[in-house]
């Protein structure tokens, strides 16, 4: 249930963050899912993509920083009320969230998908699923 | 004015005899009390008793700030530590300080000096003096303080910081005098300026400025802004402290050197073969008088070249020039010296890892600012936001806790900074540049 999503260091500077697509997008890898945190001075742009060992190689190759983090997807229904549901079974398992980011995908009927990062991933992922949370197979979610 | 007209006015000659017995009895005293210096004269093939004429220092050996470090902290003390009655330090380059020390008479000597300087300043018993040297460790403070009271002046000892008090002092308290380094007193200035004070309103007449280099331009500037004359006084802790040299009011034109304590010579840097008078070189220094922490040949890394030419003041003293630059690669930030070997120590304990990183200094009006890059790679990088600010407070706890500067630490991209040969430290100093 583990999902590799990959982090990449970038400073504020214009045009860095195209670079970055276009680099992924010449070594012809899909982007799946994407989220940008700032600060003043730098950002880091997280991304999951369709093959992640080839795009942590190509943005080695062009000099940038790249990290590889455990997530989760976790399939939420699409109504007012999904997120808060599922959140709400997270805070009785006592975990804890360092950040998330969503998307709706089309071929998922009334759900959407949000990618949460949590502190000790397998434990997390036990527990949820015992509480009924559903999780999204990495493979699913790179082919998607 | 001069304080000590029968030692600020010996001929040559009498100067020259003077320093002969003073540098003869200081070998002697070092040879026998420091072990340092019984090694060193024993590994150049020379006694004290050797010392015939004054040209024969020149065979004498060189000292270095690595010869303090090696013995930190009192092992180059020449008198028992009962006889030390005051222990001053400044920054070492791997965060140990260099640690010196006083007897009575050294206070009493340094106080003396202090007096010429404030003296030469056209300072006296009349007037009051605003110190914002800081006291503590530093020598500044309490150099600045003892000569002042010594000329009989009236002394606020207010240290640094906290700017908008210290212009409500020096206008309700009638500061006539002001010490303090040359950036804090454009620091002043501005501040004054922004809070609306009137230069009118205040009373400064003289400022006498020091712990680091400063230009004729930056002269006119702090004469222009602060209505004072501005006088360059030069000194540091390993051979006393502020009041090795100072300027004279009549040609504010290179800084008299007290000879009769300090024997000054200019040295090539590489070669070490002695220059003379008018070459620019690296300047050396050996006192003569002091008692606790007697040094010899100590080479301070500050290149400027000698004059001889007699002065319109009428001091005999030979005068030493502006500092120009050093021979290694200190900085010296708000009046703090500032080693980048050091700062690489710093980061590389933050992380465990050694990255590539760059200083830029620079100068916002008056404020010497310090940022360090860093380069963010595989080891450092982390996922979260956090972390990566963690590790930024880190360094800028670690060189505010070092050096009381608050730094910008900005982390960059691989391969943004650009690759140095061997060990030298990327350091752009932008304040040289003419902007």
New interface residues.
Partial sequence: MKVQ?L?V???NQAG?LADVTGVLARAEISIRALSL?D?Q??G?L?LIVDDTQRARVVLDEQ?????L?DVVAVEIPDVPGGLNGVLKIFDSCDINV??MYAFVDRNRENNAIVIF?IEDVEDGISRLQAEGVNFVEPAVLYGM | MIWNQEFETLPREALEALQLKRLRATCERVYANVPHYRRAFDAAGFRPEQIRTLADIQRLPFTTKQDLRDNYPYGMFCTPMEQVVRIHASSGTTGKPTVVGYTQRDIETWSELMARCFCAAGVSRGDIVHNSYGYGLFTGGLGAHYGAERVGASVIPMSGGNTKKQIMVMKDFHSTVLTATPSYALHLAEVAEEEGVPMDDLSLRVGIFGAEPWSDEMRAQLESRLHLDAIDIYGLSEIIGPGVAVECLEAKSGMHLMEDHFIAEIIDPDTLEVLPPGEEGELVFTTITKEAFPIIRYRTRDITRLIAEPCRCGRTSWRMQKVSGRSDDMLIIRGVNVFPSQIEALLVECEGVEPHYELVVDRDGSMDTLEVRVE???RI?????RH??ALGNRIRKDIKDLYGITARV???????IARSQGKAVRVIDRRKEVK
């Fill in positions: 999503q982090s260091f970038i400073e860095r945190a600060t001075d730098f880091i997280r000099d940038f920083t790249v990290g983090t360092e950040y990062r | 963010v790679n595989d990088f982390s996922d979260e936001i990566l600010q900005s982390l960059v991209e691989p391969r943004t």
